[in-house]
Each structure stands twice: as C-alpha cells, then as structure tokens.
C-alpha cells in the first residue's frame, strides 16, 4: 500500500516539476512546482518525517513560492507569452550535462546497491534532542544568518 | 524504510537534473533559473531525508531543516536584487546585465 502511493508520488513530483521547467509564463511554472512540493512533503511523511513535512508545506510552498509569486506580479513583465522558450543552442549543452550526471548516478547506484538495513524509525522526540543539544550553535547560527538577510533585503528594496 | 534506498536516491537525482536542466537551459532569465536553484535544493533535501530514514538517525532531518531555512534566507535576498535589478534596467534578461564589462 504505502509503496503504490510512493511511486504514485514520485510521478506527480517528476511530472510537475518537469511541465514547471518547460513552462514560458513564470507564475504557471511556481504553481506547478507548489504542486510539486506538496506531493514531496507527503512523500517526507511517509519517510517518518512528519515535521519536514510540515515546514516543506508552511514554508516552501506557503512562503517562498508565495514570495515569488508576489514578486513576479510586482515585476511588469510585459507580455510574457512572446517569451521565447530556450532554443536547441541552449538546452543542448544542459541535456548532455544532465544525462552524464543522471547516467553516472544511476550506473554507480545499482552497481553496489545499499544493504537492506533494520527499520528503525525516527521519533520526533529523539529529533528534538539531536537539533537542540548536538545542533544548538547551528540553530542560533541560522536565525543570525535569517536576520541578515533581513537587513540586506530591506537596504537593496528601499527607494532612492 | 517502505522502499528502497536505491529508488529514493534515483528520484532524488531525477529532480536534481532537471534542476541543473532548468539552471542552465534558461539562462537568459533570472527568474527561471532561481526556480532551478530551488528544484536543486529540494532534490537534496529528499536524499537528506532518504537518508535519515535509512540510518535511523535524526541527523538527516535536522540537516533538512537547516536547508530549509537557509533556503528562506536565499530567496529573500535574491528576489529583492531581482527586483532592484529590474528598476535599474526594467527586464529581468540576465543578457542586460553587463555594465561592468563596458
């Protein structure tokens, strides 16, 4: 049961994700690639990580691809339907890029697959204790790097 | 684990390509590209997750939440030079941008 939704899941992922890069108007491509993110974030849930989930949905697709959205319409893009989509000069070069990356993966993978190991799922609680006793500095570290952000954000939007 | 390791490792690549397809297909516009950035991202948050569901350890999750964040911190900063890119020169072309080699 739980494998059928996984694989059902993987297909959604990879086919929005694919129709979000072959898409000429840039807020369709955000919608597809939320689309993506939310069946990502049932796939971190079934991987026994509900709380990356949870923070996939608030703030991937809730906040960030709602940034890009509102930044996109601020923007006046003129008409995007005369965009051209990439021509065989541009996306050649990213093919054959990709299909080596894809191809060497791949090939290592399944030339010495992992072993099976015993199942022994993540509690939340023992994910509580690893971010703030082992990962503490780390956490302060983020919201001090969030604050910069937040500062270097509000000195390039500000008008002259 | 409900499925092997290998499978999610592979789904994690397959996303990972078409990101780096999405980088470098589209870049004449900087918009496309950083929604390539984020498909690249994403990718390695599941092999971060695979990962800690392989292993039992909760290491892989924290390290997905640290991307996370520093994800929100990167957009930020990055749609903001977007738009100030596109007061100065009222496009979003990445070709425009080129003042310093004049």
Known sequence: ?160 | MIVPLTHLLILSTLIFTMGIFCLIAWRKNIIMMLIGIEIMLNAVILAFVGGAAYWGSADGQVFALFIIAMTSAEVSLALALVVYLHRRKKSVDSDDFSTLRE
């Open chain 1, 1 to 160: 049961m739980e494998q059928v939704v996984f694989y059902i899941l993987a297909a959604v992922v990879l086919i929005a994700t694919l129709f979000s890069i072959t898409e000429k108007h840039a807020v369709h491509a955000i919608i597809y690639l939320a689309t993506s993110f939310f069946a990502l974030a049932v796939i971190f849930y079934l991987l026994n990580a509900p709380l990356v989930a949870v923070f996939e949905v608030i703030i991937y697709a809730g906040a960030i691809m709602v940034l890009f959205l509102f930044v996109i319409m601020m923007l006046e893009l003129g008409h995007p339907e005369k965009i051209l989509l990439p021509g065989v000069r541009d996306w050649a070069p990213a093919l054959l890029l990709g299909v080596v990356t894809l191809a060497a993966f791949i090939l290592l993978v399944l030339h010495h697959p992992p072993p099976a190991l015993p199942a022994n799922p993540v509690k939340i609680r023992d994910f509580a204790t690893v971010l703030f006793r082992k990962y503490g500095v780390a956490v302060e570290i983020v919201s001090m790097q969030l604050l910069f952000a937040l500062v270097g954000a509000l000195y390039l939007g500000r008008r002259k």
